[in-house]
C-alpha cells in the first residue's frame, strides 16, 4: 500500500501577522514557514505505519501545491522521512483550487492512503480533505485521531462530539486529521536532511479550474479593553464582579 | 431559491447549537427574502422535532430510512445534496462541528458550492456574498467572498444568539432510499463520555496550564467547574504531559472555543493558546506573571499563584450559590 501526505506550506504558528496591499495580501517578510501541524503529524503517523513491516506500507509520499519558493518546506518532509514528494506547480487560490490538483495526483498515482490536516493554520477551511474524497469519489474519515491497518482495511479512531468511535474502511480512503494521531512531530535528523538533498521531487503543472473562493481583505482583531486586575489578596472581589457587572454567573 | 439548515441530532435530541443554526439560517432566509428549510436526518420525535420551529425556520424535513444511523460522509453528503436540490437551496448551513466539517466540503463539490467555514456572524454583503470569518488561527479575520451559484456556510459553535420565533413551521416527513452497498464506513465501537459538560457545549470553562505544578491540585480547578456548570479545559502542556486527557486540550491544535466565560488559572496565554480561546466573550485570567500574554486577551485579572487563589475563589461562588 502507498500513503499520500498532503502538505500545507504555513506560517510559523507563533507569526504575529501583518497585511501589506490595503490588507489585501499577506505580509511575508520574515515570516517562517513550517509544514501546517496537522499535516506533520499525519506525516509522523505514515511514517510510522512504514516503519511497522506488517503494515504492508510500501512508500509514504508528500503532494504539495505552491509555488517554487515552498520547496525549503517540501525538502522538510523528505528530511523527517518521506520517500518522495510531487509539488504542483501553482498558487494555490483556494481550498477547491487545491483539492481538484491533489486529486488529479491522486488519480495518476493511485495511492491507497490519503492523510490530510484537518485545517491549515492560515486559512482555517476545514475544506481540502473532504473535497478531495468527493472529487475521488471514495469514502472520507474526518476528526482522525488515531489509524492502523488491520487485514488490509484502514481502522481509524474518529472524534465526535461526546465521544470517540472506531470504524473501519476499505482504501482508497482519505483521513482527515487532528491531533492525537501521532504523540509528537516527528523531528529530521541530521542523516535525514543529508538524504533529503537527493530524494525526488516531481514538479507537475496544474490542470485548469476556477477557485470557488477569495479573500477581498483581512482584518486584524480588535484589541481588547485593558484588563482589570483584582488584589491577590481578596479574589472573593473578582467573583462578585463576574457576577454584578458582567453577570455570568 | 432557499436556504436549508442541517440540523444534526444527538440520540434523537437536538441541543443549543441546533438552535443556533436554525435561529442563524432563518436570519440569512430574511437577508435574502426567501425562506428557511430545517433538514433532520434520522429517528427523531415530532415533539423533538417541532422545536426547531421556535426559531423562525419557514419548514422542518423529517428524513428518515434504514442505514443513516452510521455517519458515513458519502452517504450523507448524497442525502443533503439531494434536498439541497429538491428544496433549490442558494444557501446551506451546517455547523463548524466534527460533523459539519466532515460533510461540508464534500457538499461543496457535488454542489459546486463554495464554502466559508467556521464563520460567527451574518454574511457581511450579499451581492457579491462576503462572510466574515476566522483567519490564522484568530490572529487575523477573512472578508470571504463566495463566487458560485450556491453557498454553503459553517457555522462556529456559541457564537451567534438564538432568535425565538415561531413561523408555524411546516413539517415534512420523507423516507430516504438509501443504496447500502454504498455505506463504506462500519462501526466498530463507540465510547461515549457521559454526565460531563462538553467543552464545545459549555457556556463557562474552567482551564488550567503549567502553573498548576501538578497533575494532583486539579480538585479545586474541578470543584470551581462543578460549582459554575462549567466544563473542564487545560494547556497544551498539560495534556502533553497526560495530567490531563487530550480531549481536554485547547488552542489551537486543539479545540477551538466560544464560551462566554473562559477562567485561565496557570496559563501563560501562548499565541497558540490564544487561537483557541480568542472568541470567548469573557476572559479571566490569573498567573504569577504579570507580563504574562493571557492578561492582554482577559477582561479580569488576578496576578498570584493560581493554586492559592483558587480555594478561595471556590468558596466565594460557594457563598453566592448558597452551597
Known sequence: ?249 | MSVLVYTENWDGKFKKLSFELVSYASKVAEMLNTTATALSIGNVDTAELAKLGNYGVNKIINATGEGLDVLDNQTYTRVIADFATKEQASVVILSNNNTGKALAPRLSVKLKAGIGAGVNVLPVSLKPFIVYKRSYSGNAFAHLQINTDVKIITLAQNSFELIEKNSGAAMENSSVQVDKSGIRTQVKDLQKQTGKILLTDADIVVSGGRGMKSPDNWGPLVELADLLGAATACSRPVSDEGWRGHEEHTGQTGKIIAPNLYIALGISGATQHLAGISSSKYIVAINTDKDAPIFEAAQYGIVGDAQKILPKLVEAVKEIKGR
Request: glycine share 6%; aromatic share 4%; proline share 6%.
Open chain 1, 1 to 249: 500500500m502507498k500513503i499520500l501526505v498532503c502538505i500545507s506550506n504555513v506560517p510559523d504558528t507563533t507569526t504575529k501577522v501583518k497585511f501589506i496591499e490595503d490588507f489585501k495580501k499577506l505580509d511575508v517578510s520574515g515570516i517562517q514557514w513550517v509544514i501546517n501541524p496537522w499535516d506533520e503529524l499525519s506525516l509522523t503517523r505514515a511514517l510510522e505505519l512504514k516503519d511497522d513491516s506488517s503494515t504492508g506500507i510500501k512508500s509514504v509520499t508528500v503532494a504539495h501545491v505552491g509555488p517554487a519558493s515552498s520547496e525549503p518546506t517540501i525538502r522538510k518532509a523528505l528530511a523527517i522521512g518521506a520517500d518522495d514528494a510531487i509539488r504542483v506547480n501553482a498558487e494555490p487560490s483556494d481550498a477547491y483550487y487545491v483539492a481538484v490538483q491533489l486529486a488529479e495526483v491522486v488519480k495518476a498515482e493511485k495511492f491507497d492512503i490519503i492523510l490530510c490536516g484537518i485545517e491549515s493554520s492560515d486559512h482555517n477551511g476545514s475544506a481540502v480533505g473532504g473535497m478531495l474524497s468527493e472529487l475521488l469519489d471514495c469514502p472520507s474519515v474526518s476528526a482522525v485521531s488515531g489509524l492502523k491497518i488491520e487485514n488490509g482495511l484502514v481502522v481509524i479512531n474518529r472524534e465526535i462530539d461526546g465521544g470517540r468511535e472506531t470504524v473501519q474502511v476499505p482504501v482508497p480512503v482519505v483521513a482527515i486529521v487532528q491531533k492525537g494521531i501521532a504523540k509528537e512531530p516527528r523531528i529530521a535528523a541530521m542523516r535525514g536532511i543529508m538524504m533529503a538533498r537527493t530524494k525526488p521531487v516531481k514538479v507537475i503543472e496544474p490542470v485548469t479550474v476556477s477557485a470557488f473562493t477569495e479573500v477581498v481583505k483581512y482584518e486584524l482583531p480588535k484589541p481588547r479593553a485593558a484588563c482589570h486586575f483584582v488584589d491577590a489578596e481578596n479574589p472573593k472581589q473578582l467573583i462578585a464582579l463576574l457576577q454584578n457587572e458582567a453577570k455570568l454567573i
